[in-house]
């Protein structure tokens, strides 16, 4: 099946620093999501991208497709606290059609 | 703000016993999904659902399980006899067919 390896696996990180995940794949995606998960809730969605080359922020949140549509990244800029928790990217190729989601890079900020 | 919920939010079974987990999707959801994430893992696809059948479904979703969609608002999914590597994070999920998935708090299923 479809793997995205995602990294790094965790990051431990000042208040106030930049952040920057990223998502890859050998496989091709028609849209990248990004979501947050905080302990023992379900994951929220951050950020969609729909097409190859895309930017798209949402506040402090930036990711971008990339050009070649088997990879992703996001950055938050100016962590605060409340960022702490695990951001996990998930690929799809059609409406109706399953996530597959990477494995995960836990945050952490230090206040 | 419109959102998915999941009851019970924490179920206790002993194994080979039936679980039902329940989910309301977002109202106007078209399709309909369930997840599982074993403790400290990913999430992993289970199930999609569309137009009241089975579109696609994992190598998980084996003949222990089922889903339904019983009326126009509840979404469920049913282990016939658990075992205890079934213990997870059960997680539902809809969307309109906009390609963003909407997810529920989830259902954390304890197999004994």
């Known amino acids: 099946g479809q793997q995205l390896n995602q990294s790094p696996q965790s990051m431990f990180i000042q208040e106030g620093e930049d952040v920057s995940m990223n998502c890859t794949s050998s496989?091709?995606?028609?849209?990248w999501l990004w979501y947050k998960q905080d302990p023992g809730e379900g994951p929220v969605l951050l950020i969609a991208l729909y097409k190859a080359g895309e930017l798209t922020s949402n506040g402090r949140l930036t990711a971008q497709f990339g050009i070649t549509r088997k990879d992703s990244f996001l950055n938050i800029s100016a962590s605060i606290p409340s960022d702490v928790g695990i951001y996990f990217c998930?690929?799809?190729?059609?409406?109706?059609?399953?996530?597959?989601f990477g494995g995960g890079t836990r945050l952490m900020v230090k206040p | 703000e419109p959102e998915v919920t999941q009851t019970p939010s924490h179920q206790v079974t002993q194994m080979g016993q039936e679980v039902i987990l329940r989910c309301v999707p977002i109202?106007?959801?078209?399709?309909f999904y369930w997840y599982r994430q074993i403790l400290g893992q990913k999430v992993e696809f289970l199930v999609s659902f569309y137009n009241n059948e089975i579109s696609e479904k994992s190598e998980i979703f084996d003949d222990q399980f089922s889903v339904e969609r019983p009326d126009g608002s509840n979404f469920t999914l049913k282990i016939r006899s658990t075992k205890l590597e079934d213990s997870a994070m059960y997680f539902c999920a809809s969307e309109t067919g906009s390609y963003e998935q909407y997810f529920g708090p989830g259902t954390r299923l304890t197999v004994t």
């Open positions: 109202s106007n959801h078209l399709y």
């Open positions: 496989s091709i995606f028609n849209t």
């Open positions: 998930a690929g799809q190729n059609n409406a109706g059609n399953m996530l597959t």
